[in-house]
């Protein structure tokens, strides 16, 4: 008998925390200073309505980046 991956199993995938170093710090980013993405600007919203905060809509992905982070700690939300 073989050892096949079940159909029905999805494979491990990697955690990011058990690979340290990984992260880098958004003012390092090549593409930090480019606007953010939709994608941040739609979560920026979310956060935005649920701590009562004015997020700017011209912040650049680095800026996003670090207001997501703030955000996410004031509503008490799990960065990992």
């Not at 995938?13 to 340290?20: A, K, N």
């Not at 930090?32 to 939709?38: A, D, I, K, N, V």
């Not at 996410?72 to 939300?77: N, S, T």
Request: glycine share 8%; proline share 11%.
């Amino acid at each position: 008998m073989t050892d096949r991956p079940r159909p029905d199993r999805t494979p491990d995938v990697p955690d990011p925390s058990d690979r340290p170093g990984l992260e880098k710090d958004p003012e390092d980013w090549v593409t930090g200073s480019e606007p953010m993405t939709g994608a941040q600007a739609s979560y920026l919203g979310t956060l935005a309505r649920r701590t009562g905060e004015d997020v700017p809509d011209d912040l650049t992905k680095a800026e996003a980046s670090e207001k997501i982070d703030e955000l996410r700690d004031k509503a008490g939300l799990d960065q990992g």
